[in-house]
């Protein structure tokens, strides 16, 4: 079984910045990407951004590009989004996932084994 772990989300004003870390308990052999997701109240999760472990190719959706980034540890199994020039409609609970295999897209949320639990990041006008 594998466990992510998110931490980093809270309140911000628009402009600011905030960092979301993900821990995963998985021997990093055994990843193939790791993503960030979000959603909010009455719609489907949104992708937002990813990394292929082995490579470190990065994908963005289009909306947070050049203004996010995706890192991962090289030492462990953790990945962190970097949230610079936040905005309000970027407000949303953020997830965690992790896939152990390739599959249809790094933006379909199906192709992801396991999910964290969330956290909330609020960005204020």
């Known amino acids: 079984q594998v466990k992510l772990v998110e931490s980093g989300g809270g309140l911000v004003q628009a402009g600011g910045s905030l960092r979301l870390s993900c821990a995963a308990s998985v021997r990093t052999f055994n990843l193939y990407r790791m993503g960030w997701f979000r959603q909010t109240p009455g719609k489907e999760r949104e992708f937002v951004a990813a990394i292929r472990w082995i490579t470190s190719n990065t994908y963005y959706t289009d909306s947070v590009k050049g203004r996010f980034t995706i890192s991962r540890d090289n030492a462990g199994s953790t990945v962190s989004l970097q949230m610079n020039s936040l905005k309000p409609e970027d407000t949303a609970i953020y997830y965690c996932?992790?896939?152990?295999?390739?599959?249809?897209?790094?933006?379909?949320?199906?192709?992801?084994?396991?999910w964290g639990q969330g956290t909330q990041v609020t960005v204020s006008s």
């Open positions: 996932a992790a896939a152990l295999r390739n599959g249809w897209s790094y933006s379909y949320a199906a192709d992801y084994d396991y």
